[in-house]
């Protein structure tokens, strides 16, 4: 089955493949806060490459194996977003009701 759905990086890790090839395992959260486990495969990486920490539309398709999912990547796009005020270093706790609603990392911007 293939499933497009948007995550924040969490974290990646580079790997290499017995050809010497690049490739990696990403870990994401979604907008529920559960987690997303992919597996990028060279040529996908090499034309989609991870561009740091923000949130991604990742399409491609759900694999399971040893009774675990996870996603092989066919694509990645970075999305533009607006931060989380409770995670800078500007946010004010003290602000009024207003100032303080909730803001989800995943607001995307158009």
């Not at 990086?9 to 490739?23: E, F």
């Not at 992919?38 to 990486?45: E, G």
């Amino acid at each position: 089955m293939t499933v497009a759905i948007y995550g924040y990086l969490v974290t990646a890790k580079n790997t290499g493949t017995s050809n010497g090839n690049r490739m990696c395992f990403g870990t994401f959260l979604d907008y529920n806060g559960d987690w997303i486990d992919t597996v990028h495969f060279p040529p996908s990486l090499k034309k989609y490459p991870i561009q740091g920490k923000a949130v991604y539309k990742i399409t491609g398709k759900v694999v399971a194996e040893f009774d675990f999912i996870t996603i092989e990547v066919s694509t990645l796009e970075r999305q533009h977003y607006r931060s989380d005020t409770r995670t800078t270093a500007f946010y004010n706790p003290k602000g009024s009701p207003k100032d303080n609603d909730y803001h989800s990392p995943f607001k995307l911007i158009k």
